[in-house]
């Protein structure tokens, strides 16, 4: 299989706290891969890491076989690596269809040029609106287009997120506790979501999830993380046989 992403001995401190110790890991290609590990074991630093918001102190980082370790976050975001938060950061007043257009990579809006141009402008605001309404519909947020995003229940704005950063064509997506704080029901129904866009789009997802109860029925590898580094990687099951990954919750 191919690996769409490779760290290799990535480093960062905090002063003396290594929050990254050296950690290599692979992930490959349209796979569901899942970061576990206690609080404080270095999840969210891995994720902002590789999007480019800090410079890794030492260590290489290849999205697609590109060294980006270093590049600012724009750049990362335009070889296709898109994120969402722990917390969901949209445009309350504006309506999900609203949310996803003005995340568009390339919107008209970003050109002057274009948008002289009335045309152009016009043809590419209703591609914008066509490829919104496809993922719309993949989330099973059709019927709620036109709901002001400060309406919608928690489960619901954490599926407009991943819908921004889809729109991005992102081929991979980094995804910071997609279901915490969301019922069981619903924390199922988004992981069976995540699963079809896998599918259907073929887009690759590292997902940072404590709820693992729900998560380890969907995912394809679990890379578990300690003290800032790597414990052990694989399948679900062997990951969560390992007598190391116990140990890391328990220590904590
Ligand atoms: N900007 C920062 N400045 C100083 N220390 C930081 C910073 N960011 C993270 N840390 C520290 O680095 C360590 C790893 O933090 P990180 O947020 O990556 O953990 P995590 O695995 O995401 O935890 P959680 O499961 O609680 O979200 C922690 O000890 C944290 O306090
Ligand atoms: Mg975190």
Known sequence: MNQILQLRDVRKSFGMLHALDGVSLDVSEKTLTILIGPNGSGKTTLINAV?????????????????????????????????????????WKLTVLENLMVAEKDHPGESFVKSVVARTWRDEETRTATKASKILELLGLAKVWDVPAVNLS?????????????????????????VSGVNPTLAHEIFAKLVRLRDELGVTFLIVEHRLDIALDYVDYVHAMAYGKLVASGPPASVMSDPKVAEAYLGA
Do not use: N, W
Request: charged letters at 20%; aromatic letters at 10%; proline letters at 8%.
């Open 51 to 91: 999007m480019g918001y800090f410079k890794p102190d030492a260590g290489s980082i290849e999205f697609s076989g590109r060294q980006i370790a270093g590049l600012p976050p724009h750049k990362i975001y335009r070889l296709g690596l898109a994120r969402t938060f722990q917390i969901p950061a949209l445009f």
């Open 154 to 178: 928690g489960g619901q704005m954490k599926l407009v997120e991943i819908g921004r950063a889809l729109m991005s064509d992102a081929k991979m997506l980094l995804l910071d506790e997609p």
